[in-house]
């Protein structure tokens, strides 16, 4: 099977950072292409660059479905655009904190978020909250650093990572946590073993889980909200984004 992971933001050493750890653990039958938006913002900070990678990444969904990919992941831990991606795929499309928060249940009676910046806090809490994980999700933690500063070797984003993370085993009674980054996605292994819980990297959850349903031959279904756009005109720089029946 062939899966696309797509990073939604535009800096290239994170979608390498990205397709790696999607490499690591998709099954050897597994082809797995990682790209990002010829336009759009260099990190996804708040619902303003959110918005603006959304078009970036429809248009890769479209072109991924012309070359006949089985399955997507968005890797951005916002789930940016992927009820929208879902209407134009015929494959399975997940989000990485979709797929982390499912993961996370499935291993732990409770999770925290330990995410980049705080600005990103109410972002993924409606996102627990869409997802039906409230209930699961204790707290979701900024360890205050910018998303580029993981692309940085000389910053101290990781040992602000690890501390928050010690900060919610203690406070939050958290027994699992979630990266809640793709630029983290890298850290998680070694995470688990420093603090000895499961720590969770949604770029390699969305990949497995993507690889689960294709495996199942299930694909999205076209009855109802995912169904295909209906044609329209589009006005503009989108005039080429206008969906044709
Ligand atoms: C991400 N931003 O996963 C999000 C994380 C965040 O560029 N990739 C980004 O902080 O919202």
Not at 139 to 168: C, F, G, M, T, W
Not at 173 to 196: F, K, N, P, Y
Not at 206 to 221: D, F, P, Q, R
């Amino acid at each position: 099977m062939r899966i696309l992971v797509i990073n939604p933001n535009t800096t290239p050493s994170m979608t390498a950072k990205i397709g790696l750890s999607a490499q690591a653990v998709a099954s050897d039958t597994t082809e797995i292409t990682t790209l990002s938006p010829d336009k759009g913002p260099a990190s996804i900070e708040g619902f303003y660059d959110e918005a603006y990678c959304v078009p970036g990444v429809l248009e890769i969904i479209r072109k991924g479905e012309i070359m006949g990919y089985d399955g997507y992941v968005i890797a951005c831990f916002d789930d940016p655009g992927v009820d929208a991606a879902r209407e134009i795929a015929t494959k399975p499309a997940i989000g990485i904190c979709q797929a982390a928060m499912y993961a996370a249940s499935m291993v732990s009676t409770s999770f925290s978020v330990v995410t980049t910046l705080p600005r990103s806090i109410p972002i993924i809490e409606r996102l627990a909250q869409h997802y039906g994980m409230t209930h699961f999700c204790r707290r979701v933690r900024a360890a205050a650093l910018p998303v580029l500063s993981l692309e940085d070797p000389h910053s101290n984003a990781i040992e602000q990572i690890k501390a928050e993370i010690y900060q919610a085993l203690e406070q939050d009674r958290a027994e699992s946590i979630i990266l809640g980054c793709a630029g983290m996605s890298d850290l998680a292994q070694w995470l688990s073993c420093e603090t000895g819980v499961p720590v969770i990297d949604g770029v390699g959850a969305a990949v497995k889980m993507v690889e689960a349903l294709i495996g199942l031959g299930l694909k999205t279904s076209k009855v109802g909200a995912y169904g295909f756009p209906l044609p329209k005109p589009y006005q503009g720089d989108f005039a080429p984004n206008q969906w044709e029946s």
